[in-house]
């Protein structure tokens, strides 16, 4: 199988001239606790249609998915602080009992409930979070993750090895491959010896095939302008090319920006009107990701479609993190949907949250993230995101999973800030 790059019309790929890493994450915006989740009943329409999303997707009652809307966020920000705190036994979180309301386990190479304690001392959910013991931590499996990128280089298409990605769970590092057969197995495990690795069977990226016509935004939402993310960027001839992703402010002037896939292509309409020109484009490696002009009389917001009737989702805050491994996502693509007469947003869970990989083409990309959600060609530049914050901008597709940047990375290499609610 093949993963599908989620354009229908592509320019070339090219890596930015002078590309570098994006700084680190500043995390300085979000304590590591949250408030409690509100009174039943009292959720904005939107935030219901996001929980229905999530009871889908985990296929799990509206109780304990709405208990672990409201936890999830503080668990995301307890890995991260658990990283942060003890970089050099820490092995990584994950959710358990989602069917309850959804638990947090943290895993650690040596004392995890003293360090559990010690994360977890101010949180109203500290019976939700528990530790456990791993033989390897995540900078140990980064060691084997820069042995295991060596061998992609040197030998990785002789072997159908093309990416690299961390089970948490297993405390392994995944080593995806075209064809899982006996002889790469062996071979794989021979090269890299004792180190703790899986080989899996997966999907790679390849250019996309042009979608059939999908609906535009009048016909999603009662009005295109202001401008929300999760609708329809279209060519000349109004052929479906991309999808808009979040609204931007550019950090040198403040001009208002709109986001999509990198490879999407520069010159495009949106309902009819002129969008663009394009003025910051990455193919990589750290994010496939544009800023675009609005102009024309297009007016910003910090909104983004969810679902039919729920066009004013809001855009809270950036997720600025670079690990999403096992929590929840969901996207609004122009192609996916999802269409009338659904009440519910498209949500999966994040399998992969440190995926670096090629596509068929060579592109290379580093620390993206894949999740469990179908979507098809022309779904490119989808918003991703979950409980009011921007996760990152879709740009493949195969077999069932999508493929994303960072909010952060996008953030970085395009040089405009993703605009979130005042």
């Known amino acids: 199988m093949t993963l599908l790059v989620a354009s229908a019309l592509l320019t070339a790929w090219a890596v930015p001239a002078g590309a570098q890493q994006p700084p680190e994450a500043d995390r300085s915006l979000y304590p590591v606790t949250q408030p409690e989740a509100p009174p039943e009943g009292t959720d ?25 809307y409201y936890f999830q966020p503080e668990a995301i920000q307890m890995v991260e602080a658990a990283q942060d705190r003890f970089p050099a036994t820490f092995a990584g979180g994950w959710l ?54 060596e061998l992609l280089d040197a030998q990785g298409e002789r072997m159908g090895l093309f990416a690299i990605s961390t089970n948490v769970r297993s405390n392994r590092v995944k080593l995806h491959v075209k064809q899982r057969t006996d002889a790469v197995v062996r071979e794989l495990e021979s090269l890299l010896q004792s180190d703790p690795i899986e080989v899996v069977e997966s999907d790679q990226p390849v250019l996309a095939t042009q979608p059939a016509p999908t609906l535009g935004c009048e016909t999603y939402i009662t009005s295109c302008n202001p401008l929300r993310g999760g609708t329809e960027l279209q060519t000349t001839g109004n052929v479906h ?53 609005i102009g024309y009389g297009w007016s910003s917001s910090y909104y983004v479609v969810i679902y039919p009737g729920a066009e004013a989702y809001h855009i809270s805050h950036v997720y600025t993190g670079t690990n999403l491994y096992d929590f929840i996502v969901c996207f609004t693509g122009a192609t996916s949907g999802p269409w009338p007469p659904a009440t519910e947003a498209r949500c999966g869970t994040v399998t992969d949250g440190d995926w670096d990989g090629e596509s068929t083409n060579g592109q ?26 921007a996760r990152g901008i879709l740009w493949g597709c195969a077999g069932g999973y999508s493929y994303a940047s960072y909010s952060h990375h996008v953030q970085n290499v395009t040089g405009t800030d993703i605009r979130v609610k005042p």
Do not use: K
């Not at 894949?370 to 022309?378: I, Y």
């Open 241 to 293: 090319a991309c999808t808009y992703g979040f609204n931007g402010v550019r950090r040198s002037d403040g001009q208002a920006m709109i986001f999509t896939a990198g490879h999407c292509p520069d010159g495009v309409n949106h309902s009819n009107y002129p969008v663009g020109p394009m003025w910051s484009q990455s193919l990589g490696p750290w994010a496939d990701a544009q800023a675009v002009h």
């Open 364 to 389: 290379e990309f580093e620390n993206q993230f894949r999740f469990q959600l179908s979507c098809t060609g022309g779904d490119s530049g989808s918003p991703v995101y979950s409980n009011e914050r």
């Open 96 to 149: 358990v009992d989602h069917d309850r309301g959804g638990a947090l386990v943290l895993a650690f190479t040596e004392n995890p409930d003293v360090r559990v304690a010690e994360i977890a001392a101010d949180s109203a959910n500290a019976a939700r979070i528990s530790g456990t013991q791993a033989r390897s931590s995540l900078a140990q499996l980064e060691v084997v993750r820069e042995r295991a990128r």
């Open 44 to 68: 904005a329409p939107y935030v219901e249609g996001e929980i229905r999303g999530f009871a889908t997707a985990l296929n799990i009652s509206y109780e304990a998915a709405r208990s672990l």
